[in-house]
């Protein structure tokens, strides 16, 4: 288990802590404030991790396995709040500090595994089959069941300004109004179907990944969305900059197969978006993701790899420390820290410095 460096000018990360659950890791996610790591398995698990000014991380277990699998995190904006969702169908919410259960929402046995809180508020939207429920954690009820009709819910994402929820499936995505959410929704059509979804960070854009090998970026307000083509195969994961080029725009990532390329909005209108592949992974990427801050890519594979790619350009480090493949990721919300997931149940966790540095943002 080591770090392999390849450009010894640029700050590397160094192996913080590494723990093991009993099952392949399903997913991981930081608080916004920066304090706690959760993580879930495919066995059912839901830990907590705190980490220290010492190299360990301290779990503190909100469920134990269960044997069937929890998929999906997210923490509230405020970060009291953690709700989990899976394979028996029920959405459950703990308060965080108390590490308590507060509610436990049950869909009749349908599959949980997209979920997410608003940045704007407590509410919490779930996959449900054909349907999105928004749950309101202030009112403890479901405020609005959202039917998409023609599949499964694929993704969902909040807008990260406007009180919008966008919702992807079969032929494209919907975008509701949580001003009015009986209001028809923004309809973005695409000839086969759309899984992942992004909002940039200021929302300006909406990044689409369809399974028809092509990946759609929208401007928010503009009829004609920018069609990408050429990819090896369904666009799986996409990752926003929060960093912005000298247009003002940030950069977009977006894995297929076994590939990553990034795109950069074009001066030139006609161009549109601009893209550049980086090549290094031999099996599919699971996961990517921006440092905050900086536009530093990392991304996660089936072979063991872990990528770091300076400037989302030059390959400058290689992580190892999951030998079955890696399944998930997550920065930081300051990038001082970098978690994994790994198909055998590892939890990495890799940091910028050791320096007498404390964790979260003090």
Same mark, same amino acid.
């Given at each position: 288990?080591?770090?392999?460096?390849?450009?010894?000018?640029?700050?590397?990360?160094?192996?913080?802590?590494?723990?093991?659950?009993?099952?392949?890791?399903?997913?991981?996610?930081?608080?916004?404030?920066?304090?706690?790591?959760?993580?879930?398995?495919?066995?059912?698990?839901?830990?907590?991790?705190?980490?220290?000014?010492?190299?360990?991380?301290?779990?503190?277990?909100? @469920?134990?396995?269960?044997?069937?699998?929890?998929?999906?995190?997210?923490?509230?904006?405020?970060?009291?709040?953690?709700?989990?969702?899976?394979?028996?169908?029920?959405?459950?919410?703990?308060?965080?500090?108390?590490?308590?259960?507060?509610?436990?929402?049950?869909?009749?046995?349908?599959?949980?595994? #997209?979920?997410?809180?608003?940045?704007?508020?407590?509410?919490?939207?779930?996959?449900?089959?054909?349907?999105?429920?928004?749950?309101?954690?202030?009112?403890? +009820?479901?405020? +609005?069941?959202?039917?998409?009709?023609?599949?499964?819910?694929?993704?969902?994402?909040?807008?990260?300004?406007?009180?919008?929820?966008?919702?992807?499936?079969?032929?494209?995505?919907?975008?509701?109004?949580?001003?009015?959410?009986?209001?028809?929704?923004?309809?973005?059509?695409?000839?086969?179907?759309?899984?992942?979804?992004?909002?940039? &960070?200021?929302?300006?854009?909406?990044?689409?990944?369809?399974?028809?090998?092509?990946?759609? +970026?929208?401007?928010?307000?503009?009829?004609?969305?920018?069609?990408?083509?050429?990819?090896?195969? #369904?666009?799986?994961?996409?990752?926003?900059?929060?960093?912005?080029?000298?247009?003002?725009?940030?950069?977009?990532?977006?894995?297929?197969?076994?590939?990553?390329?990034?795109?950069?909005?074009?001066?030139?209108?006609?161009?549109?978006?601009?893209?550049?592949?980086?090549?290094?992974?031999?099996?599919? +990427?699971?996961?990517?993701?921006?440092?905050?801050?900086?536009?530093?890519?990392?991304?996660?594979?089936?072979?063991?790899?872990?990528?770091?790619?300076?400037?989302?350009?030059?390959? @400058?480090?290689?992580?190892?420390?999951?030998?079955?493949?890696?399944?998930?990721?997550?920065?930081? &919300?300051?990038?001082?820290?970098?978690?994994?997931?790994?198909?055998?149940?590892?939890?990495?966790?890799?940091?910028?410095?050791?320096?007498?540095?404390?964790?979260?943002?003090?």
């Amino acid at each position: 288990m080591g770090n392999k460096k390849t450009n010894k000018s640029e700050q590397t990360l160094e192996l913080y802590a590494k723990v093991m659950l009993s099952d392949y890791i399903t997913a991981v996610t930081w608080s916004p404030d920066g304090k706690t790591l959760a993580v879930c398995s495919a066995a059912g698990e839901v830990m907590l991790a705190k980490v220290g000014k010492t190299k360990e991380l301290s779990l503190q277990p909100l @469920q134990i396995a269960t044997g069937k699998s929890v998929d999906c995190l997210s923490f509230s904006f405020d970060s009291q709040l953690l709700a989990a969702g899976g394979q028996d169908g029920t959405v459950q919410i703990w308060r965080v500090d108390s590490r308590k259960l507060i509610t436990n929402l049950d869909n009749h046995h349908v599959w949980v595994d #997209k979920l997410a809180w608003s940045p704007h508020c407590n509410q919490l939207a779930f996959s449900m089959g054909r349907c999105v429920q928004v749950w309101n954690a202030d009112d403890h +009820v479901v405020e +609005v069941t959202l039917n998409f009709d023609s599949s499964s819910i694929l993704d969902l994402a909040w807008h990260p300004i406007v009180q919008y929820l966008a919702v992807s499936g079969y032929q494209g995505v919907k975008v509701w109004s949580g001003e009015d959410w009986d209001e028809d929704p923004e309809i973005l059509s695409v000839p086969s179907a759309t899984g992942a979804i992004a909002w940039s &960070p200021l929302g300006e854009y909406l990044a689409c990944g369809n399974m028809d090998n092509t990946l759609i +970026v929208s401007e928010w307000g503009n009829l004609e969305p920018w069609v990408m083509q050429g990819f090896p195969g #369904k666009v799986r994961e996409l990752a926003w900059s929060n960093q912005t080029n000298s247009l003002g725009a940030p950069l977009l990532a977006a894995s297929s197969s076994q590939g990553v390329s990034v795109w950069a909005r074009d001066a030139d209108e006609r161009v549109g978006w601009e893209g550049w592949a980086l090549e290094v992974h031999e099996n599919v +990427v699971s996961a990517i993701a921006f440092q905050p801050n900086t536009f530093l890519l990392a991304s996660a594979a089936a072979d063991g790899q872990v990528c770091l790619w300076y400037k989302a350009e030059q390959l @400058q480090q290689i992580l190892e420390g999951a030998e079955g493949g890696f399944s998930c990721l997550a920065w930081h &919300p300051d990038g001082e820290f970098l978690a994994a997931g790994g198909n055998g149940g590892e939890l990495l966790v890799w940091s910028k410095s050791m320096r007498g540095k404390g964790f979260g943002r003090g």
